[in-house]
């Protein structure tokens, strides 16, 4: 079992950037499969990213390729979600997720963590 914990959002002008981080507890972090999904207000939860467990491989959203990177240090339990271009339609709270293998879905992620919120202003 992994316990996730999410840091890093805040409050952003459009064009900025944000680095999202999420803290796992437990001795299998390097076992899983890492995602970052989002929900907006009003909105269902949508994926994000995802990194493979050895970094080897990642895949992203269309809304945020080439301006979004995800990345993991299994020594120190931690996958990170660098933001960069962000605009007001990123907007929402950022969950991180662990699951067994690749997947796009909510259902393909077991452990989710509380959620970052990310506000881009206009």
């Known amino acids: 079992q992994v316990q996730l914990v999410e840091s890093g959002g805040g409050l952003v002008q459009a064009g900025g950037s944000l680095r999202l981080s999420c803290a796992a507890s437990g001795h299998t972090f390097s076992s899983y499969r890492m995602g970052w999904f989002r929900q907006a207000p009003g909105k269902e939860r949508e994926f994000v990213a995802t990194?493979?467990?050895?970094?080897?491989?990642?895949y992203y959203a269309d809304s945020v390729r080439g301006r979004f990177t995800i990345s993991r240090d299994n020594a120190k339990n931690t996958v990170l979600l660098q933001m960069n271009s962000l605009k007001p339609e990123d907007t929402a709270v950022y969950y991180c997720?662990?699951?067994?293998?690749?997947?796009?879905?909510?259902?393909?992620?077991?452990?989710w963590g509380q959620g970052t919120q990310v506000t881009v202003s206009s």
């Open positions: 997720a662990a699951g067994s293998s690749f997947s796009t879905l909510e259902d393909g992620y077991d452990y």
């Open positions: 990194i493979s467990r050895s970094s080897g491989g990642t």
